[in-house]
């Protein structure tokens, strides 16, 4: 397995881990279809929260969270779509999307920022 995708693994592990801690149900890891993947799904009570991990070694490139821009973010939109009309949960009121950023550098605790309502 390449570094890269080794660290996106740990991300999302760890972006699964503080999204049930912070009291979220996660209903879906890594969803697939056709027109790309969607991290995590989870259910904030009645809102349903499409959730983009981001997983970097260091800022030097920028915050993993600014990985995610417009053309990231419609696409996100896309398979959101795509999942609802697959799995739509009963009682899903609302939808959010919601931006998980790790910034993971060797001999220091991995960073976590949580953006709630990202775009």
Known sequence: MRPS???GQYGE???AQHLTAAGLQ???RNWRCREGELDI???DGDVLVFVEVKARSGTGFGEPAEAV???KARRIHVLACRWLAEHRPDG???LRFDVVSVVRRRGFAPELVHLRGAF
Request: charged letters at 30%.
């Open 13 to 15: 592990e760890l972006a």
């Open 92 to 94: 899903a009121q609302e």
């Open 41 to 43: 799904v989870a259910r």
């Open 5 to 7: 995708s080794e660290l």
């Open 69 to 71: 821009g417009r053309v």
């Open 26 to 28: 996660v209903l879906a």
